[in-house]
T-cell receptor
């Protein structure tokens, strides 16, 4: 059975710290891995990763995929209180177009 | 900026009643999805829809559920006879697809409460 496991489940950091979130997966015939940020309601898209070793970057957020070891990390540098959210990882298999299997998420709390 | 919209934002219904949740995906998107998130739990895939038919569905999406795109803009999820365990936030999402875009845009959700 396909699995998506995120770690840690939650963490609390101070403003300015760097956080690293992990998403490991087991999926037959991997196609893509997506990261989302969920604040109050709907998830908002952050990154889509399909190739190993290519870092995607957006401001203070970056993400990379390791298809050999079957994981991805999401880094947030110089955290701000507005980064407080649940970060979700979702994986898609090549033979299941659009069927994204989500992990349970990592809750990040950034304190002033 | 284009966005996915959903109505209603909150629906309260009695067990056994039928509900229809409505979504308007982004206009040039080709792929449509329904997810649900039970309070405190993970986002769960329900169904994907492309070219006027279901592409994929999960084990959750049983005979009580159906989806429809009745016109060129709306995408609906119907639950025929609601159960208490159907209480959840239901998210609609759409995706442009092809070479133009793979980003999945989520709507704000409909909170369904079954009493």
């Amino acid at each position: 059975e396909d699995k998506v496991v995120q770690s840690p489940l939650s963490l609390v950091v101070h403003e300015g710290d760097t956080v690293t979130l992990n998403c490991s997966y087991e999926v037959t015939n991997f196609r893509s891995l997506l990261w989302y940020k969920q604040e109050k309601k709907a998830p908002t898209f952050l990154f889509m990763l399909t190739s190993s070793g290519i870092e995607k970057k957006s401001g203070r957020l970056s993400s990379i995929l390791d298809k050999k070891e079957l994981f991805s990390i999401l880094n947030i540098t110089a955290t701000q209180t507005g980064d407080s959210a649940v970060y979700l990882c979702a994986v898609e298999a090549a033979d299941s177009w659009g069927k994204f299997q989500f992990g349970a998420g990592t809750q990040v709390v950034v304190t002033p | 900026e284009p966005e996915v919209t959903q109505t209603p934002s909150h629906q309260v219904t009695q067990m056994g009643q039928e509900v229809i949740l409505r979504c308007v995906p982004i206009s040039n998107h080709l792929y449509f999805y329904w997810y649900r998130q039970i309070l405190g739990q993970k986002v769960e895939f329900l169904v994907s829809f492309y070219n006027n038919e279901i592409s994929e569905k999960s084990e959750i999406f049983d005979d009580q559920f159906s989806v429809e795109r009745p016109d060129g803009s709306n995408f609906t999820l119907k639950i025929r006879s609601t159960k208490l365990e159907d209480s959840a936030m239901y998210f609609c999402a759409s995706l442009e697809g092809g070479t133009r875009g793979y980003e999945q845009y989520f709507g704000p959700g409909t909170r369904l409460t079954v009493t």
